[in-house]
């Protein structure tokens, strides 16, 4: 069974930072592109980082600069990194697995950037 487990999020004022994490199970977590999405209310979800299976990495200009993801395949553990959040930020955030055809997501964990 496929899981994806999300913490890390909370109540944070602007400036902020948070460390989200998505511990993993059920797959071979090495070959899998991780990324982290966001949904806030009333809005698509869009993808805030991905970090594929050789390491590389893409960024959402929104959070460039701000925003670090990594990935620890001995612990199969995705984390994000959030600095210098904004309001804007608020949302929640899931975590997302993607090899081929096989695509699984997380529950997701609320982030609020208070004002």
């Known amino acids: 069974q496929v899981q994806l487990v999300e913490s890390g999020g909370g109540l ?3 400036g902020g930072s948070l460390r989200l994490s998505c511990a993993a199970s059920g797959i071979p977590f090495h070959i899998y592109s991780m990324a982290w999405y966001r949904q806030a ?13 050789s390491l590389g990495t ?3 200009d929104s959070v460039k600069g701000r925003f670090t993801i990594s990935r620890d ?10 600095t210098s959040l904004r309001p804007e930020d608020t949302a929640v955030y899931y975590c ?8 699984h997501w997380g529950q997701g964990t ?6």
């Open 73 to 82: 395949n001995a612990k199969t553990t995705l984390h994000l990194q959030m």
């Open 41 to 53: 209310p009333g809005e698509q979800r869009e993808l805030v980082a991905r970090i594929t299976s």
């Open 110 to 115: 609320q982030v609020t950037v208070s004002s």
């Open 58 to 60: 893409f960024y959402a």
């Open 12 to 14: 944070v004022q602007t």
């Open 96 to 103: 997302n697995a993607v090899y081929y055809e096989s695509t």
